[in-house]
C-alpha cells in the first residue's frame, strides 16, 4: 500500500497563475484534508471532505477550490495564486468510524512557491 | 475557534538530556493528539489519549492528557539525537462533518550527540 501520495513534490508559481495538486489514497478512508503549513503555525486546515462528491470550507479556504470526484482522490486547486499561498501543502485521509477514527495519515507535503 | 498553545517553539539539547513540551487550550477536546514530523515528510501519529488524566508511555517518550482535557504534555527522558524533529500536538473534536483536528504550532527539537 502507498498511503497518501501528492503530486507534484515542488512547484514554482508566478503571480496569477493556476495550478492543481493532486492527493490519492488507497486506504478507503472517507475523509480527506488539505491543510498548509507555515513556520511557526502548525497545520492550518485549507478545506475537508467527508465522501465522495462533499466538500467543505476548514480555517483557512480563501483562494483555494476542492475537488472529490472518486473517493480515492482530492484535488486541491488554485485558480490565481498570490505569493501568500507559498507554503508546504499536506494531503490528510482518515475512517470516518471504528478503533483510531480520528488518526489522520499525512502525505509527503507539497512545496509551493509563488513569485 | 480552538486553539492550542505549543510551548517552547524551539529547543535544542545534549543527548541524554530530558525535556517536556506542553501543549495548552481553552477548550475541552474529545482526545489529543501527538503527532512527530521529519523533514521533507508529512506528520506520523505517536500516540491519541483520551480520558482526563491518562498517561501513556512509548519508550522514553511520555504522554499525559490534563484532567479537564484541555491540556497535555510530552516528556522524553535521555534524549537521543533520533528524537530531532518536529512535534506537533492536535486536539480532535467531533462536529456532525468529520474528524476535525486543531493543531498546535509545533516544537522544533533538536537533540546534539
Known amino acids: 500500500n502507498a498511503g497518501v501520495t501528492q503530486t507534484p513534490k515542488f512547484r514554482v508559481l508566478k503571480t496569477g497563475q493556476s495550478m492543481t495538486l493532486l492527493c490519492a489514497q488507497d486506504?478507503?478512508?472517507?475523509?480527506m484534508y488539505w491543510y498548509r503549513q507555515d513556520p511557526g503555525m502548525g497545520l492550518r486546515l485549507i478545506h475537508y471532505?467527508?465522501?465522495?462528491?462533499?466538500?467543505a470550507k476548514g480555517e483557512v479556504p480563501d483562494g483555494y477550490n476542492v475537488s472529490r470526484l472518486k473517493k480515492q482522490n482530492f484535488l486541491l486547486g488554485l485558480e490565481s495564486a498570490a505569493p501568500s499561498q507559498t507554503s508546504v501543502y499536506f494531503c490528510?485521509?482518515?475512517?470516518?468510524f471504528g478503533a483510531g477514527y480520528n488518526e489522520q495519515f499525512f502525505g509527503p507535503g507539497t512545496r509551493l512557491t509563488v513569485l | 475557534t480552538q486553539l492550542l498553545e505549543q510551548s517552547p517553539q524551539f529547543l535544542s539539547i545534549q543527548e541524554g538530556e530530558n525535556l517536556t513540551v506542553y501543549c495548552n487550550s481553552s477548550s475541552v477536546f474529545s482526545s489529543l493528539q501527538w503527532y512527530r514530523q521529519e523533514p521533507g515528510e508529512g506528520p506520523v501519529l505517536l500516540v491519541t489519549?483520551?480520558?482526563?488524566?491518562e498517561v501513556k508511555k512509548l519508550k522514553r517518550l511520555t504522554f499525559q492528557f490534563g484532567d479537564a482535557r484541555k491540556d497535555s504534555s510530552l516528556h522524553i527522558t535521555a534524549a537521543q539525537p533520533g528524537d530531532t524533529g518536529l512535534y506537533l500536538c492536535?486536539?480532535?473534536?467531533?462536529?456532525?462533518?468529520?474528524?476535525?483536528?486543531?493543531f498546535g504550532g509545533g516544537t522544533r527539537l533538536m537533540v546534539k550527540p
Open positions: 489519549v483520551v480520558t482526563g488524566g
Open positions: 471532505s467527508v465522501g465522495e462528491g462533499t466538500t
Open positions: 492536535a486536539g480532535a473534536f467531533i462536529n456532525n462533518a468529520g474528524n476535525m483536528l486543531t
Open positions: 490528510a485521509s482518515s475512517y470516518r
Open positions: 486506504m478507503n478512508h472517507e475523509y
